[in-house]
């Protein structure tokens, strides 16, 4: 997949992809107007984003209804020395009738996420100037 991106006004910047637009802004202390969330918000937002779709894809297929079902995502700092180091933790809230049977395999349908797999297969990366 191509993302281009743009410098918009302030410190706002537009990715555009497969027909989409993502606005970005930074926080009133890093000179933003903090209009449109950060970057890292939007990748933070990603995971549970993912997983919640397999979540539904999952009871979709099995005929269980998903009302009431929630997930949440906290990020942790546990060292402050390394503040790139995260720990993210994923809350679940099955709905009063959700089968128990199913309790373990919906969270590894969530596990089946491809923004983690990604992130847990450490991707490379590479920048370039091009002329």
């Given at each position: 997949?191509?993302?281009?991106?743009?410098?918009?006004?302030?410190?706002?910047?537009?990715?555009?992809?497969?027909?989409?637009?993502?606005?970005?802004?930074?926080?009133?202390?890093?000179?933003?107007?903090?209009?449109?969330?950060?970057?890292?918000?939007?990748?933070?937002?990603?995971?549970?984003?993912?997983?919640?779709?397999?979540?539904?894809?999952?009871?979709?297929?099995?005929d269980i209804d998903t009302t009431g079902l929630t997930l949440s995502q906290e990020v942790i700092?546990?060292?402050?020395?390394?503040?790139?180091?995260?720990?993210?933790?994923?809350?679940?809230?099955?709905?009063?009738?959700?089968?128990?049977?199913?309790?373990?395999?919906?969270?590894?349908?969530?596990?089946?996420?491809?923004?983690?797999?990604?992130?847990?297969?450490?991707?490379?990366?590479?920048?370039?100037?091009?002329?």
């Amino acid at each position: 997949m191509r993302i281009e991106v743009n410098l918009l006004s302030g410190q706002q910047l537009k990715a555009t992809f497969a027909g989409h637009e993502i606005i970005s802004d930074q926080s009133i202390d890093a000179g933003g107007g903090a209009e449109h969330p950060e970057p890292f918000d939007y990748f933070l937002s990603s995971m549970p984003l993912c997983a919640a779709f397999y979540m539904r894809k999952f009871c979709q297929q099995r005929d269980i209804d998903t009302t009431g079902l929630t997930l949440s995502q906290e990020v942790i700092t546990p060292d402050e020395q390394n503040p790139y180091k995260k720990k993210i933790l994923m809350n679940v809230s099955l709905p009063n009738n959700f089968p128990k049977k199913y309790e373990k395999a919906i969270l590894a349908s969530a596990n089946t996420c491809t923004v983690k797999k990604v992130i847990q297969a450490m991707p490379e990366f590479e920048i370039q100037v091009v002329k």
